[in-house]
């Protein structure tokens, strides 16, 4: 076999594991924000930066503004999966400074994104 064949071959495997990968987390996610939306109102916010890891961050908060569930993304490559976002866990809307500050900066970011009414 020529090098440009297994070049290609090995070109074919790696995009047909993206591929799959890129499926699962998105099944992963998708799967979650059904459960989360089941609980009450759901609310998406990210980060914006192009070059950094991007933060991904979705709450379900009922009608009282209690926030019941928050799930977060985090990562640059296809192997982020949801993680549980325990520290807002039921706070009550608007978010207080004192919780936000405990939080990294891409968080706070995706947060202030998902409860802004843009």
């Given at each position: 076999m ?11 495997i790696?995009?047909?594991l ?25 609310k ?27 799930s ?7 192997f ?10 039921h706070a ?20 202030t ?6």
């Amino acid at each position: 076999m020529d090098t440009t064949y297994t070049l290609i071959i090995c070109a074919v495997i790696a995009w047909s594991l993206q591929i799959v990968t890129g499926f699962l987390q998105m099944r992963a996610f998708n799967r979650m924000l059904q459960t989360m939306s089941l609980k009450g109102i759901v609310k998406i916010g990210k980060t914006s930066s192009r070059w950094k890891p991007r933060t991904l961050v979705v709450l379900a908060h009922d009608e009282n503004e209690v926030i019941v569930d928050a799930s977060i993304m985090k990562g640059i490559t296809i192997f982020a999966r949801p993680k549980a976002l325990s520290a807002i866990i039921h706070a009550r809307l608007p978010l207080s400074e004192t919780i936000l500050t405990g939080l990294d900066s891409a968080t706070r970011e995706a947060i202030t994104c998902a409860l802004s009414t843009k």
